[in-house]
């Protein structure tokens, strides 16, 4: 649903800034607006990024190779990542280059003074419905959680990344609506240099926030604490497993996830039995947590000896060096 969700947001944030595009660089011609130029930018910059999600959204769906073995769902959070840089270097710092290019010459806005505010209210409505769509979608899977959550703990990137960036063309389009309508109004072209270096600033914290959560996505997250109370019920819901000696689990892509597990089991007769117990649980994971593609599970006996003497929690098989052998092992080291 997410990766469904996630395109129909971004192929109506890409039309509408497409759109949008083209009508802000055809009243920059006429007016000599640094706020239309920087706007136009914007919105070329957006219409790229949402390409480049696209893109990273065909290439994850790639079918696993020897030398990727886990596929390639992560490539979404590369992509999304080069977004944060487009948006940062593209929009942002050219946004303030412009202002201060226009603060040296703050000329007034003289021909076509109804194009501007025309233009850019069409655009307040069509990014909008870019908005609009982007909220919709994201509350299919957002559930309970505020909007800052969403952002923060989404696994798919394309969502939070399109409301971010829609959210910042709307904010980006008063701004303007704000230097070019001063502008108008006083004759002082200042107003239309402080706009553009607003709408840059803007950008550049946008691009600051999508970089730092990417990053985070790319380093490699854990299931939610939900998911993960989850997986932890079903491993333990049978008799095949004692408990659960220690788990880890990582996002191979938005929608696959990775359990590995160290379990402790009873003393089965037969490797056979072994080998149903461990099947058993391994579908219950699954059956409790879909996306949970990638299981690995160790069976171990469990021994609170061998944990209390810091052998990782395992029983016999955990092999405690004897105080000789550990005595042989810092006298080469200091050696």
């Known amino acids: ?76 959070y590369i992509y999304a990542f080069i977004v944060s840089i487009v948006l940062f270097s593209l929009g942002g710092l050219f946004a303030l280059y412009e202002a201060w290019h226009k603060a040296a010459d703050p000329h007034p806005i003289t021909a076509w003074q109804w194009v501007p505010v025309t233009v850019l209210l069409a655009a307040i409505v069509m990014e909008g419905f870019s908005f609009r769509t982007a909220i919709k979608e994201s509350n299919h899977t957002r559930g309970n959680q505020s909007w800052v959550n969403f952002i923060r703990r989404a696994k798919a990137p394309e969502l939070p990344v399109v409301l971010l960036e829609d959210f910042g063309a709307l904010v980006g389009l008063v701004l303007a609506l704000f230097g070019v309508g001063l502008t108008l109004i006083t004759g002082n072209g200042m107003w239309d240099a402080a706009g553009t270096a607003m709408i840059g600033v803007l950008l550049v914290i946008i691009a600051i926030v999508l970089a730092i959560e990417t990053k985070s996505l790319l380093l490699g997250e854990g299931a939610d604490p939900a998911d993960l109370a989850t997986i932890e019920r079903a491993v333990t819901a049978g008799p095949e497993v004692e408990r659960i000696i220690h788990m880890k689990t990582l996002y191979l892509g938005p929608e696959e996830l990775m359990v590995a597990a160290k379990i402790g089991v009873p003393a089965w007769e037969s490797a056979e039995e072994l080998a149903r117990g461990i099947n058993a649980v391994e579908a219950r994971i699954r059956t409790a947590v879909p996306i949970a593609r990638v299981i690995y599970l160790e069976p171990d006996i469990y021994s609170v000896a061998a944990e209390r003497a810091g052998t990782g929690t395992a029983a016999p098989t955990a092999v405690v060096p004897s105080p000789s052998e550990s005595g042989e092992v810092a006298g080469r080291a200091g050696g």
């Open 1 to 76: 649903m997410s990766a469904n969700g996630g395109t129909k947001a971004i192929i109506a944030a890409l039309l509408a800034n497409v759109g949008i595009a083209i009508t802000k660089f055809i009243a920059f011609l006429l007016t000599s607006s640094s706020s239309m130029l920087a706007e136009s930018i914007h919105s070329v910059a957006d219409s790229g990024n949402q390409a480049l999600l696209l893109l990273g959204g065909k290439r994850a769906k790639r079918a696993a190779t020897p030398e990727h073995p886990f596929g390639y769902g992560r490539e979404r």
